[in-house]
C-alpha cells in the first residue's frame, strides 16, 4: 500500500527513511545479531544508542552543559504534576498562561500541588491569540512561570520567548520542539512529548537548568524526581528502550537534512502555503490572529460546515488523512510537523483550492 499523508496532531507521520532504517535493522542491529527492543538497557551496544541519542540532541539544541537532559515516561501529562513537584524549590505559587486546551490542563493539574497565579489567559477572546506580554501579571513570589509554546488544538504558537522577569521560564514544547531555533539558555525548563515532532509516542523529554534540582518531598516516587533520573541518566529503572532507539533516529535524521535551521526554513514555507491559501479564501477561515498563527497545527473551518464530511472523504481518497480537527473546536486541522513533506503541503493545498472552487 502506498504512504499517504497523514495531518494527524500525534502521534503523527514519521520521516520515511527513519521507517525503513528501523525496518532494516529490525532483526539485526547493526551486526548484533539482536533488535534493539530485546538489548538489555545496560549493555554495551543499548548505552551507545542511549549516549548518541543525548549527544545529537545536546548538539541540534545547542543545550548548554548547566542543564540535565531526561527521556522519561507518563507523556506530557505527567509532566503537568512533575514540574510542581519538582521545582517549587519551597515556594507556594506558580505563575501560568493560559493560551488554549494545553495550557488548561497544565493550570488544573498544578493546582494541586501549589497556589496557580494565571498571569494572563486569551480564553476571553476564544484563544486566539498570545496575550501582551507587557500585561502579565507576573508574581514575583512565584517558583516559576509556565507557558505552552504551541497550542496543538488551537493552532496558536508563540513567535518568540516571553520575558519572565526573572522567573524561571518552564515551557511545553510538545508540538513545536525541534521544529525552530530556540535559545535554552532561556528556560528554566522545557519538556515535550515524542510523538509530535521527534518520534513515537512513550518518550518525553525534559531539560532542566541543574540548579533548579533541589530538595523535593520524601514521598515523590523516584521515577518522578528529577534530580534521581538525572544521577541515573534516565535509567533509574528500564527506559523505553526501543522508543529512545527511534527518538535517536530521528535526531539523526534532522541532522541529515541540515538541522534545525533547515528544517524551520522549510517549516515557514510550507505554513505560509497553507496559510495563504486560506487566507485567499471565503470558503476558508482560521480564527487565529495573524503573528500567533501556528506553524505546525492549522485549524480552519469551512464556510459550510454540512459540506466537512465531504470534505474529508474526498480528501482521504487522496490520500490526504486525519484531518478532521479536534473535538472541542470541530472544523478542519492539518498539522504539518518537521516531518510532512512539503509534497504533502502541497497536496492538500491544492485539494483545497479545487475543492473550493467546485463547492463554494
Ligand atoms: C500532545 C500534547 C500534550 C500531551 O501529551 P501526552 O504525551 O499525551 O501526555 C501536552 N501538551 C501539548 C502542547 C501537546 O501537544
Keep these: 500500500m502506498a504512504r499517504v499523508y497523514n495531518f494527524s496532531a500525534g502521534p503523527s507521520m514519521l520521516p520515511e527513511a527513519v521507517l525503513q532504517q528501523a525496518r532494516d535493522e529490525m532483526l539485526d542491529w547493526q551486526g548484533s545479531g539482536m533488535s ?5 538497557h545496560r549493555g554495551l ?3 551507545g544508542i542511549a ?5 545529537d ?3 541540534l539544541m545547542a543545550i548548554p552543559d548547566n542543564y540535565k537532559v531526561l527521556f522519561l515516561q507518563g507523556g506530557a501529562t505527567a509532566q503537568f504534576s512533575m514540574i510542581p513537584l519538582n521545582i517549587l524549590q519551597g515556594k507556594s505559587k506558580a505563575c501560568y498562561v493560559n493560551t488554549g486546551a494545553w495550557s488548561a490542563k497544565a493550570i488544573k493539574d498544578a493546582g494541586r500541588y501549589c497556589q496557580v497565579v494565571v498571569s494572563a489567559s486569551a480564553e476571553a477572546s476564544g484563544f486566539d491569540r498570545v496575550p501582551e506580554v507587557s500585561q502579565w501579571a ?4 512565584a517558583a516559576y512561570l509556565h507557558y505552552t509554546a504551541n497550542e496543538t488544538i488551537h493552532g496558536v504558537e508563540f513567535p518568540f520567548i516571553p520575558e519572565s522577569q526573572g522567573l524561571p521560564l518552564v515551557c511545553d514544547m510538545s508540538s513545536n520542539i525541534l521544529s525552530r531555533a530556540v535559545d535554552v539558555s532561556r528556560f528554566g525548563l522545557i519538556y515535550a512529548g515524542t ?4 518520534g513515537p509516542a512513550g518518550v518525553t523529554l525534559v531539560i532542566v537548568r541543574e540548579d533548579l534540582l533541589g530538595a523535593v518531598d520524601t514521598k515523590l516516587p523516584d521515577v518522578f524526581n528529577y534530580a534521581v533520573q538525572a544521577k541515573n541518566d534516565s535509567m533509574l529503572n528500564t527506559p523505553a528502550t526501543y522508543n529512545w532507539y527511534l527518538v535517536g533516529l530521528v535526531l539523526r535524521w534532522l ?8 528544517i524551520e526554513a522549510l517549516n515557514i514555507k510550507k505554513a505560509a502555503h497553507l496559510y495563504q491559501v486560506i487566507g485567499q479564501s471565503r470558503f476558508y477561515s482560521n480564527p487565529v490572529q495573524t503573528d500567533y498563527r501556528s506553524r505546525m497545527n492549522v485549524p480552519f473551518i469551512l464556510a459550510e460546515p454540512a459540506l466537512d464530511k465531504i470534505f474529508l472523504e474526498q ?3 487522496l490520500g490526504l488523512f486525519e484531518l478532521k480537527g479536534h473535538r472541542s473546536v470541530g472544523g478542519m486541522r492539518a498539522s504539518i510537523y518537521n516531518a510532512m513533506p512539503e509534497q504533502g503541503v502541497k497536496a492538500l493545498c491544492d485539494f483545497m483550492v479545487e475543492f473550493e472552487s467546485k463547492h463554494a
Design 51 to 55: 549516549e548518541q541519542l543525548t549527544a
Design 255 to 262: 541532522k541529515s537534512v541540515g538541522g534545525i535551521k533547515a
Design 315 to 317: 480528501a482521504q481518497a
Design 36 to 40: 534493539v527492543m530485546e538489548m538489555s
Design 45 to 47: 551496544h543499548f548505552s
Design 138 to 141: 507576573i508574581d514575583p513570589d
Design 195 to 198: 510523538q509530535k515532532n521527534m
Design 57 to 59: 540532541l545536546r548538539e
